[in-house]
């Protein structure tokens, strides 16, 4: 896999992919159309944040690239990839319960707070692609 040199794009399976970590400085695209929501994305090699209709979905320090974006009201998939480390942030419901899986490994249940924010670590590297599933309990 590799950066989304168009910074956001659809892909043939209805999921989106997004995220540059090899620029130098922050790119914005906004207004992009999928699925009938409006995306916004910031990226650089320091962060990578998404937003829908206005809201946030994904945030990573530092940046990476997200390939295969699918969010339901209880799954959310992606792969994801960066040159180092990462701490990604994702959006979801409000004080809930989440079952996170790591490259096919339980990394446990976790619960989100008042924001519905939900922090995963992911330990990435070059040439490494992690596959991330959460499920709502």
């Known amino acids: ?16 992919s997004f995220g540059d970590y090899t620029l130098p400085t922050k790119t914005k695209k906004a207004d992009f159309e999928h699925d009938g929501d409006l995306y916004k994305i910031k990226t650089f090699n320091e962060i990578t944040k998404l937003e829908r209709n206005g809201l946030f979905v ?16 209880s799954l959310v998939t992606f792969a994801v990839e960066g040159p ?30 008042l924001g519905g924010k939900l922090p995963i670590s992911v330990e990435l590297g070059d040439g490494i692609t992690v596959n991330i599933k959460v499920e709502k309990l």
């Open 58 to 73: 994904y945030e990573s320090v530092p940046g990476t690239a997200v390939h295969n974006l699918n969010v339901t009201d």
């Open 84 to 113: 180092n480390d990462a701490m990604v942030t994702l959006e979801l419901e409000p004080e809930s319960e989440y079952k996170v899986i790591i490259n096919d490994s339980q990394a446990g249940s976790m619960k989100t707070n």
């Open 1 to 16: 896999m590799a950066v989304i040199n168009e910074l956001i794009r659809s892909e043939s399976d209805g999921t989106i």
